[in-house]
């Protein structure tokens, strides 16, 4: 399934028929951060020939300055126009998502979107047509202050899936809901999450880009609606302490020509095919290495902890929401693995990329997954965790980080560019962040010692 195609005559009518001012055309860094080079109507030409140029030196992670000229080539695919006005006189702008090219028209090895468009490539190599990804996407709504600036208010104090008036939110995510399906996505559900002022939106599996493409269009969505209602919306995992975080769990499932290649007959095990099985054995495997890329912030680690929902432990089930990786109950077409560590500041093109990259290791390796595990692992002891060969998830950043520099199949997934760009990068911010006294440690030692 994926994005309607358009001629570039036919962007180019649509554009004059809608007097649409200005093109925004978008990529994505090293880090997940939305770019875009903003020009005029007149030069959509230029655009649509792949004649846009950039300075690939002032983006993060991309090139030195003796190396800054680079292309812009737009996937026509992803044409739309924003259905709010997005300029003082109320003038509408489209949006084209491109892939970045060298100055020599070659490939750009630092682009997450080729990235994850070569692990597709490998998994149609070897007879997959398609990887398809559901996205389940949270974020929290704060509210704002007389200048508009952000507070760490919460927009309500709901729970899950409250109603008005303890769910305030409802007109806001109501408004992200039209918006989204005006801009062509099929919106499955919206509700309030578990903590207050937390949500979530979940829309339609598509095949691995398109559901990239979304997953980014979706956060800018997200925060220009809510502002537009006197509301900031973060996707930071872990805004406040005490309560849930943020997570963006992925369901996913691997097509062949004779349809979901991971639904199995009715005496398989769980009703999952050998393939299911063996991708699932590849990212239990590559779990510590994933957990770098999926979970790519300081402050995601502060989400991964007991107590609040999020995984811990390397570790499947059929039947319960603690472990990392969950079996739906729904066979046939809807037979998938549901990811639960990843949470929405991961960079959705590199993430998808080593989610694939490890599944296929595992099918190519016939990794078999360790046993299911049906109890609750927050109320398993140290020995009986060992005993069922659960391990732990990375505890920090650095350690994740750490993990990542060891694992050959990720690194290639993504490349040695992007990898190198991303690590000194965290490093950097894991860095600083352990020179920052937090106020923690000043209630706990400062009197103490």
Known sequence: MTQQFMTKEEIKAKVAEEKVEFIRVTFTDVLGTIKNVEVPASQLDKVLNNDLMFDGSSIEGFVRINESDMYLYPDLSTFMIFPWATDAHGGKVARLIADVYNKDRTPFAGDPRIALKKAVKRAKDQGFTEFNIGPEPEFFLFKLDEQGKPTMELNDHGSYFDLAPLDSGEDVRREIVLTLEEMGFEVEAAHHEVAAGQHEVDFRYDDALDAADKIQTFKLVVKTIARKNGYYATFMPKPVAGINGSGMHVNMSLFNEEGNAFTGKDDDYLGLSDTALHFLGGVLKHA??????????????????????APVYIAWSASNRSPMVRVPASRGLATRLELRTVDPTTNPYTCLAAILSSGLDGIEQRMEPTASVDKNIYLMDENERKKAGIQNLPDTLLDALEELEEDEVVIDAIGTHIIDKFIEAKRIEYTSYRQFISKWELDNYFMNY
């Open 288 to 309: 510590p290495a994933l957990t770098a890329i999926a979970n790519p912030t300081v402050n995601s680690y502060k989400r991964l902890t007991p107590g609040f929902e």
